[in-house]
Nanobody
Framework: QVHVVESGGGLVQAGGSLRLSCAAS????????MGWFRQAPGKEREFVAS????????YYADSVKGRFTISRDNAKNTMYLQMNSLQLEDTAVYYC?????WGQGTQVTVSS
């Protein structure tokens, strides 16, 4: 059983930055593809970004391309999402997945 925990969410002004972290334990971290989804109030969960097991390939939703950067440190069993130029529309609960395992989510709120 892999345990996944997100951290780093919070309240930030539009145009600001946040870095989310996702720590996983209980499995072979470096063998899992990982990524982020988000869910805004009243909306469906949507894909944000993903990264291959080695970290060599990254994929982004068009809405965050150029503003968000996904990365991972397999030595630390941790994945990151650097979010820059945050917009009001980025307000959501951000969920990390590691293989088929999911975290509980971390709230990101962008204010004007």
């Amino acid at each position: 059983q892999v345990h996944v925990v997100e951290s780093g969410g919070g309240l930030v002004q539009a145009g600001g930055s946040l870095r989310l972290s996702c720590a996983a334990s209980g499995g072979t971290f470096s063998s899992f593809r990982m990524g982020w989804f988000r869910q805004a109030p009243g909306k469906e969960r949507e894909f944000v970004a993903s990264i291959s097991a080695s970290g060599g390939m990254q994929y982004y939703a068009d809405s965050v391309k150029g503003r968000f950067t996904i990365s991972r440190d397999n030595a630390k069993n941790t994945m990151y999402l650097q979010m820059n130029s945050l917009q009001l529309e980025d307000t959501a609960v951000y969920y990390c997945y590691c293989g088929s395992y999911w975290g509980q989510g971390t709230q990101v709120t962008v204010s004007s």
